[in-house]
Nanobody, 138 residues
Framework: QVQLVESGGGSVPAGGSLTLSCAAS??????????MGWFRQAAGKEREGVAA???????????FYKHSVHGRFTITQDNTKRTVYLQMNKLKPEDTAVYYC??????????????????????????WGQGTQVTVSS
C-alpha cells in the first residue's frame, strides 16, 4: 500500500504561482513506483489529468503535460525523498480545482495524462492522495 500526502495548496490571484508537493511512503510497493503525477477536479467538472513524470533510470526522466498547462506548469521529483513537485506559474481562474497526487508504474500510464478521455487516464493510476485545494481569483 502506497500513501501519498499532498501539500502546498492555497489561494492566489490570477498570474500568481504556487508549488505543490507530494510525498510517497508505505511498504516496499513504494520502490516499484516509477510514475508520479497530478490530476485535478474543479467543482462540477470531470477529473482531468495535469502532468506526470516517469523515471526511466537513475539519470533519465520524462515529463508529460496536459495541453492546457503546458508551458506554465513544471513537474519535477526528488527520488531520494520519494517526492514529486508541481510548480504552477501564470495561474488562471480556470486552474481552480482540488489537485490530487497519483502514483503507479509504467511509461504508458504516465504519458496517458496528456490525452482524453481523462477517465481512462485516471483509471490507470492505483494510488491517489487526499487532494489539496488550489484557488485562483480573477
Amino acid at each position: 500500500q502506497v500513501q501519498l500526502v499532498e501539500s502546498g495548496g492555497g489561494s492566489v490571484p490570477a498570474g500568481g504561482s504556487l508549488t505543490l508537493s507530494c510525498a510517497a511512503s508505505g511498504s516496499r510497493d513504494t520502490n516499484n513506483i516509477n510514475c508520479m503525477g497530478w490530476f485535478r477536479q474543479a467543482a462540477g467538472k470531470e477529473r482531468e489529468g495535469v502532468a506526470a513524470i516517469y523515471t526511466a533510470n537513475s539519470t533519465t526522466t520524462y515529463a508529460f503535460y496536459k495541453h492546457s498547462v503546458h508551458g506554465r506548469f513544471t513537474i519535477t521529483q526528488d527520488n531520494t525523498k520519494r517526492t514529486v513537485y508541481l510548480q504552477m506559474n501564470k495561474l488562471k481562474p480556470e486552474d481552480t480545482a482540488v489537485y490530487y497526487c497519483v502514483a503507479d508504474t509504467g511509461l504508458q500510464t504516465c504519458s496517458g495524462v496528456r490525452f482524453d478521455p481523462d477517465a481512462d487516464a485516471a483509471r490507470a493510476f492505483g494510488s491517489w492522495g487526499q487532494g489539496t485545494q488550489v484557488t485562483v481569483s480573477s
